[in-house]
């Protein structure tokens, strides 16, 4: 074996990694996530740690460790990304550890990138990779253009460089104040040139469609409009058109109440905008408080309609046809203003005078549709269907909305496209110019995410958020909602979900990212098949993606669509299919893969390829740091199990709580380590293993690899797993283990045997260790096996409940049959596919 151990093979500040990494959640300003929306982001923080945690040797002896394990702890929070000495003393460590030259570094499944942002950070010659086209350019934005194009220069180099800028009316586009005024100062180039191109954009956009958004007499900015969608009473004798609304908040605040309340005139609904709560005293415009108005109860529930005017109710099928067969309609229902200088948000009914302007967009989006059909080859609203049947992203399609562009109305559609359309124009303006084509590219992206946020928060699934008065994006879950009342915005109002906002918001991360000076290749291809060298990175770290967890390629459809339009031309390569290329995603879709069995097979397979590609392209004594998304103990033998096939051996496994909780109540259920952080190496492996002696060995290793975890207060189903990745290494280092009859033991019969040596060692610790002092004194010397369960389980799962599967593990490692003991009398219950433990703890003793 030619490789030296890595600190992370050895030990990991575990508890204090997760606490800055749930800390880092409540973190906006400047973090990369909110550049653009990606599912299931990794912290910074155990990103950075486990990737240093991974290039450094293991401690010398106990002082180094604890110097090292303090270093790790402070250099991982988020308040020192930017600590130049800390972030120093870092990657000298790293040369050092890698013969004086920067180690190189591969993630191949990147994803929003946090992970390769934080291998650049510690100064690795890194490479980050995805197969989704939407994820390729938010890391680009990311790891690429902020690193290359955004070192700050002085403010009179950037004017000198920037003629244009000089010009009367180009002024107005940039941040004048700042900028003109000291120049004796600093400036990120890149952000200020996205300022200024993003201010041109919305200026050329407002020019034209403006005027769809007019002001109120007083001066008012529209900052959305509500919309109810509507479909005909079934009634015969009725008729009426039902405006379907979950609920009439508008404001819904301590001090301010304020609602849409619904009346029947003539045999239609109408609805009058009413107030109440101090913060509205002697306000106009609403009137007052209607006598036992609960705001709460809106006209549908479920898809089941009710008729405000005959009382009559709408089943949900019914509701669904009648959406499908295109007789449902839509209502503009109220007009949401802000009055630049004041504080707070006004609301009034919309009126037929909104409703003509509405028709004047609706006329002019026909014309200009049109036409840039004929310019651009291909309709510039998004006319590709959505993906069905498909949990996430099918409820529209449910209801009639079949293609992406379905999902916005006329006036949304006309905005957007005409944000598409500038964005294109953006880029030849800039050439035009003699900007460069490789920076232009740089800046047209980030108009091209700005974009994005702007259909996340101006579609008809997009919601009025009444808490905070603001418009939420569409995605504030993991799927595509059904919304019957929606918000639509103004992208030109400056307030949360506009073009202004929007970008001035993510700048910070821009900046952020700026802070490093090394930058990243990014790369589109499969993680099945990478296009690198064999034997050519010394680590790979990487977060897969896991099971049916998030159908990524499905979701980023939404902006996929319409980053197609606006960058086409921009990235050929990136966006020729008609939607996110989706055959080789490894995901378990059961749609996609033909049920469900299929679909698991075709994950792992899948997953297995791709650590045999990672096994292919690490150097001999290579390190790989995989993440693992640690829902269940599920899949976890599958995965020990291709890792082994691949050829990688565990050496390492961290459970880490990026999701802090507080204590487990009795009723809940007992939540595992949101995340595992397993270590692999490709080493060289003997041909064959006799259990017996790897069994012996095993002994050994753990004897003494167990203390150490337990003096890293590691404790519970935790303790289990990071003893297990330590198990595989013992295991894996033979190509194949056999019993003496020939049978070939696979990592699952390896795992029973741990369990077994591992609760064996904790019973001890906490009996002995006065880690419960109440059963220290109880439990002296021979134990039964039911009281060991029973010790174990306090000390794994609390007072919660657990997932039967986890019981039944840690039950066989007792040698208990759990199927024996729930229907008893006794201390073991099973609830559906739970198991609850009876406390208190005499229960134990009287049944064992
Ligand atoms: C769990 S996510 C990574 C998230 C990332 N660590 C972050 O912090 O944002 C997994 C990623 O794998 C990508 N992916 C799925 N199948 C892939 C394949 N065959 N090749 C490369 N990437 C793939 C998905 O698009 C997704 O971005
Ligand atoms: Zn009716």
Not at 592 to 620: C, D, T
Not at 784 to 799: H, I, K, N
């Amino acid at each position: 074996m030619t490789s030296t151990k890595r600190f992370i093979e050895e030990s990991f500040p575990v508890k204090e990694v997760s606490v800055e990494s749930a800390r880092e959640k409540n973190i906006r300003h400047g973090h990369i996530s909110t550049l653009h929306i990606w599912w299931a982001r990794r912290p910074l923080a155990s990103s950075r740690a486990t990737a240093y945690a991974a290039l450094i040797p293991a401690p010398a002896n106990i002082e180094e460790w604890q110097k090292e394990r303090d270093f790790i702890v402070e250099l991982c929070k988020w308040e020192n990304s930017n600590n130049q000495q800390l972030l120093e003393r870092a990657r000298r460590k790293i040369l050092e550890a890698n013969a004086g030259v920067p180690p190189k570094v591969l993630d191949p499944f990147g994803g929003g990138g946090s992970i390769p942002l934080e291998a650049l950070r510690l100064g690795c010659e890194t490479y980050s990779n995805d197969l989704n086209p939407v994820a390729v350019l938010i890391q680009k934005c990311t790891l690429e253009y902020p690193q290359k194009y955004g070192q700050p220069i002085p403010k009179t180099q950037y004017l000198a460089e920037r003629p244009w800028l000089m010009r009367e009316d180009s002024r107005s586009l940039t941040d004048s104040g700042s900028l003109f005024a000291d120049r004796s100062e600093m400036v990120n180039p890149l952000v200020e040139d996205v300022k200024y191109w993003g201010n041109w954009v919305l200026a050329q956009a407002k020019k034209e469609i403006g005027r769809f958004y007019p002001e109120e007499p007083d001066g008012s900015i529209p900052v959305g409009y509500i919309w109810a969608r509507t479909i005909p009473c079934q009634n015969p004798a009725c008729g009426a058109e039902i405006p379907l609304m979950r609920q009439y908040w508008l404001a819904k605040k301590a001090k301010k109440h304020v609602a849409l309340f619904p009346f029947v005139e003539n045999n239609t609904v109408q609805f009058k905008i009413v107030g109440d709560g101090p913060a509205l005293s002697g306000v106009e415009g609403h009137d007052e408080w209607p006598a036992g108005f609960t705001p709460e109860n809106g006209t549908v529930a479920r898809a089941v309609a009710t008729c405000p005017v005959c009382g009559s109710t709408i089943a949900d099928k019914m509701t669904r046809q009648l959406f499908q067969e295109g007789k449902a309609g839509q209502r503009m229902i109220a007009v949401v203003t802000h009055k630049p200088g004041t504080s707070g948000k006004k609301y009034r009914v919309a009126t037929a005078q909104d409703m003509a302007v509405f028709t004047e967009a609706e006329a002019y989006l026909q014309e200009k549709r049109e036409k840039l059909m004929l310019a651009w080859g291909m309709d510039p609203v998004p006319d590709e269907l959505i993906t069905r049947p498909c949990h996430d992203i099918d409820r529209p399609p449910m209801y009639g909305m079949l293609s992406w562009g379905d999902l916005f109305n006329a006036r949304q559609k006309l905005a957007l496209m005409t944000f598409v359309e500038k964005v294109r124009q953006v880029r030849e303006k800039m050439l035009g110019i003699g900007i460069e084509d490789e920076y232009s590219k740089a800046i047209g992206s980030y108009l091209g995410l700005s974009l994005d946020m702007q259909t996340g928060f101006n579609s008809s699934l997009s919601r009025w958020e009444n808490t905070s008065q603001i418009i939420k994006h569409v995605y504030s879950r993991q799927a595509l909602p059904m919304m019957w009342d929606y918000a639509e915005n103004n992208s030109f109002s400056g307030s949360t979900g506009s073009w202004l906002n929007g970008f001035n918001y993510y700048m910070n991360s821009v900046i952020h990212c700026s802070t490093i000076p090394f930058s990243c290749s990014v790369t589109n291809n499969s993680a099945t098949q990478l296009t690198f060298e064999n034997d050519s990175f010394d680590a790979v770290f990487t977060d897969p993606p896991y099971y049916d967890n998030i159908g990524y390629a499905n979701l980023s459809d939404y902006f996929y669509v319409w980053l197609k339009r606006s960058l086409i031309i921009t990235y050929p390569e990136l966006f020729f299919t008609p939607l996110t290329p989706k055959n080789n995603e490894i995901v378990s879709d059961l749609n996609r893969h033909g049920g469900k069995n299929n679909a698991r097979k075709f994950f792992e397979e899948m997953l297995k390829k791709s650590f045999q590609e990672i096994y292919r392209i690490l150097k001999p004594n290579g390190t790989a740091v995989i993440v693992y998304a640690h829902k269940s103990t599920e899949g976890w033998e599958t995965l020990i199990n291709s890792l082994l096939d691949s050829g990688l051996i565990m050496t390492g496994a961290w459970p880490l709580n990026t999701e802090m909780q507080t204590r487990l109540l009795a009723n809940e259920t007992a939540a595992l380590a949101s995340s595992i952080y397993i270590v692999a190496r490709k080493m060289a492996r003997q041909p064959t293993g006799f259990y017996t002696q790897v069994k012996e060995e095993l002994n050994r290793y753990l004897a003494q690899k167990l203390e150490r975890l337990w003096q890293e207060g590691i404790s519970g189903s935790d303790f289990f797993i990071a003893a297990i990745g330590s198990a595989i290494e013992v295991f894996g280092k033979y190509e194949q283990v056999m019993d003496y009859e020939g049978n070939v033991i696979r990592a699952d019969r390896l795992l029973q045997d741990v369990r077994k040596i591992v609760t064996d060692f904790a019973v001890k610790q906490i009996l002995h260790n006065g880690a419960s002092t109440a059963l220290s004194t109880s439990f002296a010397g021979e134990i039964s096996d039911l009281t060991r369960f029973y010790v174990l389980w306090r000390w794994e799962f609390g007072a919660a409940k657990a997932p039967f599967d986890e019981a039944r593990k840690l039950a066989q490692s007792c040698s208990l049959d759990l199927a024996l003991h729930w229907n008893r009398p006794g201390f073991i219950q099973k609830e559906k596919e739970f198991i609850r433990i009876l406390g208190p703890p005499r229960n134990a003793n009287r049944t064992a």
